[in-house]
């Protein structure tokens, strides 16, 4: 069974600093890429980052780009997104989520992130 | 990096059928069969009800279907029952290797 257990989300004032973790399981983590996909309180989905299989290829969604930093560890299946300064807007529940031939088919139970001072 | 259009919200009785249109661009749905769409129940995860346009993951009832005609892609709902009330959100790769989704439609089974 496919299992992605994300943590690091917490209380973080503006312009902060978290890195969040994505524990996987279930699959050969090594094989798939994965994404990074967040939703502010009440608001819709929004995709923030990807990452191909062997790290080769990184992707960003502009509204991070140049603060947040996508990486994995596949000797140690996990997915991480360090988040440098954090403002109000990235308050979000962010799901750490599998890519399978362009689509996103798995996704973890989300951290919160809360931005305020 | 414009998010997909969809209705804010639709609804129906138990029993009908219901659509959801999801409209992009040719950069992203016009230009790719990958097409997804996505059900959320409140403060659960998002859960793929569709991929690829048009196919259904295992364990996906076949009242739910998809389809695409140009820039648009649409998500209908047969048979609607109580526990299809839910939130569904559409999503496309795009030609800037990334995925776009859309805003959201809020489903009410009356």
């Known amino acids: 069974e496919v299992q992605l257990v994300e943590s690091g989300g917490g209380l973080v004032k503006p312009g902060g600093s978290l890195r969040l973790s994505c524990a996987a399981s279930?699959?050969?983590?090594?094989?798939?890429?994965m994404n990074w996909v967040r939703q502010a309180p009440g608001k819709g989905l929004e995709w923030v980052s990807s990452?191909?299989?062997?790290?080769?290829?990184?992707y960003y969604a502009d509204s991070v780009k140049g603060r947040f930093t996508i990486s994995r560890d596949n000797a140690k299946n996990s997915l991480y997104l360090q988040m440098n300064s954090l403002r109000a807007e990235d308050t979000a529940v962010y799901y750490c989520?599998?890519?399978?031939?362009?689509?996103?088919?798995?996704w973890g139970q989300g951290t919160l992130v809360t931005v305020s001072s | 990096q414009s998010a997909l259009t969809q209705p804010a919200s639709v609804s129906g009785s138990p029993g009908q059928s219901i659509t959801i249109s999801c409209t992009g661009t040719?950069?992203?749905?016009?230009?790719?069969?990958?097409v997804s769409w996505y059900q959320q129940h409140p403060g659960k995860a998002p859960k793929l009800m569709i991929y690829?346009?048009?196919k259904r993951p295992s364990g996906v009832s076949n009242r739910f279907s998809g389809s695409k005609s140009g820039n648009t892609a649409s998500l209908t709902i047969s048979g609607l029952q109580a526990e299809d009330e839910a939130d569904y959100y559409c999503s496309s790769y795009t030609s800037s290797s990334t995925w776009v989704f859309g805003g959201g439609t809020k489903l009410t089974v009356l």
């Open positions: 040719s950069s992203d749905v016009g230009g790719y069969n990958y």
């Open positions: 690829d346009v048009s």
């Open positions: 989520a599998r890519v399978e031939m362009a689509t996103i088919n798995y």
């Open positions: 279930g699959f050969t983590f090594s094989s798939y890429s």
């Open positions: 990452i191909s299989s062997s790290s080769s290829y990184i």
